[in-house]
């Protein structure tokens, strides 16, 4: 290994320490990574001139005495990025400073189904987002479907979707590095970087469109051999209400059970003619959310059986509108899984796709790919100081 190679191994460690442990010292630094001082302060004063961290003052001195160390801070504010969520109908964008706070956040409606109005609609949402006072450093994409080498493959919501090379076409519009994903791989991202207790094994489940999973194995994102694992939704079972077996797809997500009633009631259906119907014992609805929770039942113990995770947290409009159907699908496992099923809801699905891009973004930008960040899960206005 050369000395190069060992100098940007020591770059990288010290930002990482600081990202993480802001504020802190040279002195800490130098301790913490066993390098010696000459070195972690010719290292600070690089990332100094990089505009990536910044004195705050001096810290308090150890009981022995001595000089109080100086303080340093990550440079959130060197740059932002902009993270993006491809709906069925909405593009939803975050805009995030280096260290996940959130800037700004909107939805943007798109008028029309064709794969050419909706990359229309991520460039004016992009457009309309940006911060003219301060840089743009990279983009994030989340879509419905499979990413292979950052192009799409597959899109499970935008027809025709997957001829276009968007990351190319944002990065020759923007200027800056652009990423894609897959939502549930982001929102995996989003459960190992930004939550409190950091999930070293766990598993993000989506269910608003399709059923796809993302899975953070030993705190790396597994994808598998051609980026499709966690892709179940075509999985086929028998006994969800069919005399054939049923992809999975076809009942365990939200849009299925949305589609189900649609055809059943001949009107259209929301999330709350859902809630009310199930609250009134209405027996068309009570019949399509068993087969739902049946559906989610299924790919929980096998998912739970294969992987063992430490949390499973699952996305579903429907879910959080009746959390009394998770219970239903709690008690199916129960006596194969136990009673302590590590199962939760997210909170808020697109900003969790979001952060979790957010995540991708800004580690490719700050060259943090691999190792542990603590990303800040706060909002705070732009013109703070």
């Excluded at 460039?123 to 499979?146: C, H, M, N, P, R």
């Excluded at 859902?274 to 087969?291: K, Q």
């Excluded at 979001?354 to 700050?366: D, E, H, N, P």
Aim: charged share 20%.
């Amino acid at each position: 290994m050369n000395r190069v190679t060992i100098r940007q191994i020591n770059e990288l460690n010290v930002l990482r320490e600081i990202f993480n442990q802001s504020p802190t010292s040279r002195a800490s630094i130098s301790k913490t990574l066993n390098l010696t001082k000459s070195t972690v302060y010719s290292i600070f004063t690089k990332l100094e001139n990089d505009n990536l961290i910044y004195d705050i003052g001096q810290g308090s001195s150890t009981r022995s005495g001595g000089r109080k160390p100086a303080l340093t801070n990550f440079n959130a504010r060197a740059g932002y990025t902009v993270n993006i969520k491809i709906n069925a109908d909405t593009i939803s964008c975050m805009t995030n400073w280096l260290d996940g706070s959130e800037i700004t956040y909107q939805e943007t409606p798109v008028t029309g189904d064709a794969a050419s109005e909706y990359l229309l609609a991520v460039y004016q949402a992009i457009k309309s987002i940006l911060i003219d006072s301060d840089e743009l450093l990279g983009i994030s994409v989340a879509v419905f479907g499979v990413v292979q080498n950052n192009h799409i493959v597959r899109s499970n919501v935008v027809n025709g979707l997957e001829k276009f090379d968007l990351a190319q076409v944002l990065q020759s519009r923007f200027n800056v590095p652009v990423v894609l994903g897959n939502e549930a791989n982001l929102s995996a991202l989003y459960l190992r970087d930004f939550t409190t207790t950091s999930v070293v094994d766990g598993v993000s489940l989506s269910l608003i469109n399709d059923v796809s999973t993302g899975t953070i194995i030993d705190g790396k994102l597994y994808e598998g051999a051609s980026n499709e694992a966690g892709e179940i939704g075509r999985a086929c079972y028998y006994g969800l209400g069919a005399d054939r077996p049923l992809a999975v797809r076809e009942v365990g997500t939200d849009l299925a059970v949305i589609h189900q009633l649609e055809s059943l009631k001949k009107q259209s259906v929301t999330f709350a003619d859902i809630r009310r119907w199930y609250d009134n014992g209405d027996e068309d609805t009570e019949a399509v959310l068993h087969h739902f929770s049946m559906g989610v039942a299924i790919v929980l113990q096998n998912m739970l059986l294969a992987l063992n995770p430490e949390k499973v947290v699952i996305a579903s409009q429907l879910l959080r509108s009746i959390p009394e159907i998770l219970e239903e699908t709690k008690q199916f496992l129960t006596p194969v899984i136990g009673e302590k099923a590590p199962i939760e809801l997210f909170n808020d699905v697109n900003r969790s796709v979001l952060l979790g891009g957010c995540a991708l973004i800004s580690r490719q930008v700050l060259g943090l790919s691999e190792g542990k960040l603590i990303f800040k899960n706060r909002s705070l206005p732009i013109s703070e100081q």
